[in-house]
C-alpha cells in the first residue's frame, strides 16, 4: 500500500479548499447542522454552483461536459467535501452522475452519450435504479421483469424494490430479461426508461425509522424507445457488473473519513452524559476507534491500487463487509451511552437512510435512534453480508464453490417460474 500526492494535487486541493471557503455559507458546520426543513432547498442550490464551477462529473471528458481531470483529482475533491461535510451533489446524483453516467461513457452509443450525460449534469434528468426484486435481491440475477421488443419500442412487465429516491426520479435504468431460454445470468439487457408514463407506478416503503426514502416500481406494458439498450441485447449483466463497480468507486476516500467524524460526535456525546468515566464504555470506544483506524488504511489500499489503474474487483466486499457491521456496533454503543434519553425521540433526525448521519449532526437522540436503525440496513443493501462473505471465500480466497441447483434455462428453474 502507497498513496503519495504529487505537487499538482496537492495545488489542486487548495483551489478546492478554497472553493469551499468561498462559496459555503458563514458560519458553515456541515449540513447535518441545517435545520431538516432546509436541506432540500440548500442542496438544490449548492448543486447548480458545482454545476457552474465543473465540479460534477471531475473524471467525464470534456466533451461530454466533464472536467476531465485524473483520478487523483477525484479523490482530493471527496476527501475535501467529505472533510467539509459538504454534499458531492444532489440526492440522484449517485445513480445518475457515478453510476449510470460512467456505464453510458462506457458501454453507451455516441448518440446516447450525447443525449443523456448533458441532461444528467444539468439536472434535467433524475436518475434511480430498477436491479432487485423480490425474488432477486442478494441472487440479482434471478430477476424476473420481462422486457420484449414491439416495433421500434421495448415493452417492460414486472416489479422492482428498494429503489432509492424512486420518488424523485424520471428516469430509471432497468435490468430485464429479454431471454427467459437463457442461463439466468445471460438474456439479461439493460435498458433506460423513462418513468412519466402510466405504465410505472412508484410506491414508497415506509421504513423502521418512519421515513420512506425508498420504493417499489411496478411496470405495466411501460415503453421505452428501441435505441435505449446500453451494450446490447442479451450483454446486460456485465453492464450491471460494470455499473456496480462505479457503485462503490468513491467510498474508500470518503467514508474514512465520515466515520472518523462520527466516532468524534460519539466521543463528544460520552463527554457530555459523563458516559466516558464508565471503563466499559471507554473500553468500548477505543475498540470503535481502532476499527476506524483499520478502516482509513483499508482504504487507502483500496485507492492505492484506484490510482495505479486497477478497477474495481471482488476485493470491495472486504470494505462493504468491514463498514457495515462496524456501523452496527458503534449506533448499539450510542444508545447505551444514550441511557433513557434513548426512548424518546426528540431533536433533528438524519436526512438520509444510508450511513452516518451527516457531518455537524447534533448529538439529538433523534439523530442517534434513527441512524441506529438505519444501520441495521447496511448489512443488507448493496449485498448482504452473507454475499460478501461468498465473494470474498470463492473469488478472493479461492475456496470451493458451493453447489449450484440453477443451472440450465432460467425458465427451468423452478422458483422463476411466474
Known amino acids: 500500500m502507497e498513496i503519495s500526492y504529487p505537487p499538482q494535487a496537492q495545488e489542486f486541493r487548495r483551489s478546492v479548499q478554497e472553493f469551499l471557503q468561498s462559496n459555503l455559507p458563514s458560519g458553515w458546520a456541515g449540513i447535518g447542522a441545517l435545520p431538516s426543513e432546509d436541506v432540500p432547498e440548500f442542496t438544490n442550490k449548492w448543486r447548480k454552483t458545482l454545476f457552474q464551477a465543473n465540479y460534477l462529473a471531475l473524471a467525464w471528458p470534456k466533451e461530454y461536459g466533464g472536467a476531465g481531470l485524473s483520478a487523483m483529482e477525484q479523490v482530493v475533491l471527496a476527501e475535501e467535501f467529505a472533510k467539509a461535510g459538504a454534499p458531492m451533489g444532489g440526492p440522484n446524483d449517485t445513480f445518475g452522475i457515478q453510476m449510470v453516467g460512467n456505464t453510458i461513457i462506457r458501454w453507451g452509443t455516441e448518440e446516447q452519450k450525447r443525449y443523456f450525460l448533458p441532461r444528467i449534469l444539468s439536472g434535467e434528468d433524475l436518475w434511480c435504479q430498477g436491479y432487485s426484486e423480490p425474488n432477486a435481491g442478494s441472487d440479482l440475477a434471478n430477476l424476473g421483469t420481462r422486457a420484449y421488443l414491439d416495433g421500434d419500442e421495448w415493452v417492460i412487465n414486472g416489479q422492482k424494490i428498494w429503489t432509492s429516491a424512486g420518488h424523485l426520479a424520471n428516469w430509471i435504468f432497468v435490468l430485464t430479461r429479454t431471454d427467459p431460454d437463457a442461463p439466468k445470468h445471460k438474456g439479461i439487457t439493460f435498458l433506460l426508461v423513462p418513468m412519466s408514463q402510466p405504465g410505472v407506478e412508484v410506491r414508497p416503503i415506509r421504513m423502521l425509522s418512519g421515513e420512506s426514502e425508498f420504493n417499489e416500481v411496478f411496470f405495466t406494458d411501460a415503453r421505452t424507445a428501441a435505441g435505449n439498450v446500453v451494450g446490447s441485447v442479451g450483454q446486460g449483466w456485465s453492464v450491471a457488473m460494470t455499473l456496480l463497480g462505479y457503485e462503490r468507486g468513491e467510498a474508500a476516500a470518503t467514508l474514512p473519513i465520515r466515520f472518523r467524524i462520527e466516532l468524534d460526535r460519539l466521543i463528544a456525546l460520552a463527554k457530555e452524559t459523563g458516559a466516558n468515566n464508565d471503563p466499559i464504555i471507554r473500553q468500548r470506544i477505543a475498540w470503535c476507534f481502532s476499527r476506524v483506524e483499520v478502516m482509513r488504511y ?42 433513557s434519553r434513548a426512548l424518546e425521540v426528540t431533536g ?22 434513527t441512524t441506529f436503525l438505519n444501520a441495521r440496513a447496511g448489512t443488507i443493501y448493496a449485498g448482504t453480508s452473507q454475499v460478501q462473505r461468498n465473494i470474498l471465500g470463492e473469488m478472493v480466497l479461492g475456496l470451493p464453490k458451493e453447489p449450484r441447483m440453477d443451472e440450465g434455462p432460467w425458465s427451468k428453474i423452478p422458483q422463476s417460474v411466474n
Open 298 to 339: 483499508l482504504g487507502l489500499r483500496t485507492l492505492s491500487g484506484f490510482l495505479a489503474g486497477q478497477h474495481p474487483g471482488p476485493e470491495g466486499s472486504i470494505s462493504k463487509l468491514y463498514w457495515s457491521e462496524y456501523h452496527q456496533v458503534v449506533t448499539e454503543l450510542a444508545v447505551d451511552i444514550l441511557g
Open 348 to 369: 433533528r433526525k438524519p436526512t438520509s437512510a444510508f450511513q452516518t448521519d451527516d457531518p455537524g449532526s447534533p448529538n439529538s437522540s433523534g439523530s442517534w435512534d
